[in-house]
């Protein structure tokens, strides 16, 4: 098996602090990231849009919030007359735990899943995988062609200021991607994520970008 170097634990200690600045340094970096996105202008959000709640309920732009001032909502791609599920999709929200909501709600926010079909299509899937995290169907109004959200994932942060809403952030891609537990835990790893993208030493296990990722019920 090929792998990493042996060496002494004085050595080991050396190069771990190495690393340690270079990861000290973009902390830092990431820290100035996130004052930078607090700071983004904001688009104030037309508030006739109407969604139905897992219940059934009819439910207003503002009423997704519950309450709170803000709102992290997950687009989850599942499209009206999709007869499938997303994998990155379905494995992100895999990451997403229970006890949050109540730690995010200690800060005055809500996070919530949406798609664009309708709830008769996404019951089934939620029941399949169990998942609580609220999710909420936009099918029938113009929420997703206003944002230009497409058929995609993604993933957009709402403010309220009493009945008025703002759109803060969205991020898709590579954005999301950074969110998800497995993936930032495989990065700690020798291997990492053994996909064929990264800078790996020759040698080491690599397979087709996401090839091995499947829903949870499907694995071998």
Avoid at 29 to 45: F, G, N, Q, T, Y
């Amino acid at each position: 098996m090929n792998r990493p170097p042996v060496v002494s634990e004085q050595d080991w200690q050396a190069a771990r602090e190495a690393l340690l600045v270079k990861e000290k340094e973009l902390t830092r970096a990431l820290d100035r990231l996130a004052a930078e996105r607090r700071r983004l202008p904001m688009v104030r959000l037309r508030t006739g849009y109407e969604f139905t709640a897992p219940d059934g309920a009819r439910v207003s732009l503002a009423g997704l919030f519950d309450g709170n001032r803000q709102l992290v909502v997950y687009h989850h791609m599942l499209a009206p007359g999709q007869d499938w599920v997303c994998g990155g999709c379905g494995t992100f929200t895999d990451n997403l735990a229970d006890g949050s909501q109540a730690h995010l709600s200690a800060r005055d926010t809500r996070l919530i899943l949406m798609s664009p079909a309708p709830q008769s299509q996404i019951e089934p899937v939620r029941q399949r995988f169990g998942w609580t995290v609220p999710w909420y169907s936009a099918y029938g109004n113009d929420f997703y062609a206003d944002l230009g959200l497409g058929d995609g994932f993604g993933l957009s942060v709402l403010l309220r200021d009493g009945e008025e809403v703002f759109r803060t952030y969205y991020t898709a891609g590579r954005g999301v991607d950074r969110l998800r537990l497995d993936f930032n835990l495989l990065d700690l790893t020798p291997y990492g994520r053994q996909e064929e993208w990264e800078d790996s030493p020759a040698g080491w296990p690599q397979d087709p970008t996401m090839s091995w990722l499947h829903l949870r019920d499907e694995y071998a």
